[in-house]
């Protein structure tokens, strides 16, 4: 049984481990956009396929058995096209998606649809904005005139202008974010609803200190392939797929 693992998230690199233990062939994907990224065990391969019908020849050609897209739930285009190639290569898909985040009690939450619909609903929040949704979705904010710190883990190429920049990589404590929010005397902060565990501290310290969120909605998935929310699930669907007798 090979799979050809779709990664860049803890999940994946989590399942690349469990699925390698257990004796399946996997193969892990990185878009290669991350400097000094986690690595997953096992083989790793890195950088775009080439589009749709890059993909479906790699998977022709790898003889995959089954795909896993455990990428972020942000990364729409390598999902659609994880969708297409397997539907023109009559591969089986999985897709991955940890659940998004749900406010509790004490939130200020403001969703929105995009990054550009948070970057207008800004300035009747507040003045001053942390800014927590990756390097790529920075330029829709840099229009508000707002001041801004944005955090991420690789630097913005080119380096922005309009706002302070701190370079860091996550898990953060609450208390790490608290402190920035009060340093930087933050009153609205920006984040994408990326769900898990990882990346919620900031949603506490913002509550404890009762600054409004606004949070951007998750892309849809496109229709046709099973979804499941955890590794545990993923990995049962992997055992399954290796006593079907068509793999
Ligand atoms: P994206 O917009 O969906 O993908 C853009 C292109 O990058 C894809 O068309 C594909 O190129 C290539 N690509 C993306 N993921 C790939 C993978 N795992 N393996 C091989 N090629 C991949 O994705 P993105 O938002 O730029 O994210 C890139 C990677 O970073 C993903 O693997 C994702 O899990 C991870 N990540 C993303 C976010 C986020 O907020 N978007 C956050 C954390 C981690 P080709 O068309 O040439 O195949």
Redesign the pocket.
């Given at each position: 049984m090979k799979v050809l693992l779709?990664?860049?998230?803890g999940e994946?690199r989590e399942l690349a481990g469990l699925l390698a233990k257990a004796g399946v062939e996997v193969v892990s994907?990185?878009?290669?956009?991350?400097a000094d990224a986690r690595v997953p065990v096992g083989e790793v391969r890195?950088?775009?396929?080439?589009?749709v019908g890059?993909?479906a020849g790699w998977l022709r050609e790898h003889r995959v058995d089954a795909v896993i897209d455990a990428?972020?739930p942000?990364?729409?285009?390598?999902?659609a096209?994880a969708v297409a190639a397997t539907r023109e290569v009559g591969t089986p898909l999985l897709v991955l998606r940890r659940p998004g985040w749900a406010p509790e009690p004490g939130d200020n939450w403001h969703w929105v649809d995009s990054a550009s619909g948070a970057a207008e609903l800004l300035p009747g929040l507040g003045t001053r904005v942390f800014l927590t949704v990756?390097r790529?979705?920075l330029d829709a904010f840099a229009g508000t005139g707002l001041r801004t710190l944005a955090r991420c883990v690789d630097p913005p190429e080119p380096r922005p202008t309009w706002c302070t920049l701190i370079l860091a990589r996550g898990p953060f404590t609450v208390a790490d974010e608290e402190t920035i929010l009060r340093d930087h005397g933050i009153d609205v902060l920006v984040t994408?609803d990326?769900g898990g565990p990882a990346t919620t501290a900031k949603l506490t310290a913002a509550r404890r200190l009762a600054i409004p969120v606004v949070v951007i909605h998750r892309p849809a998935l496109p229709a046709g392939p099973e979804v499941v929310e955890t590794v545990a699930e993923a990995v049962q669907w992997v055992m399954r797929a290796s006593h079907s007798p068509s793999t």
């Open positions: 779709l990664g860049g998230t994946a994907s990185l878009a290669g956009r991350t890195v950088g775009g396929f080439g589009g890059g993909l990428t972020h942000f990364a729409a285009n390598i999902t096209n990756g790529q979705g994408k990326s």
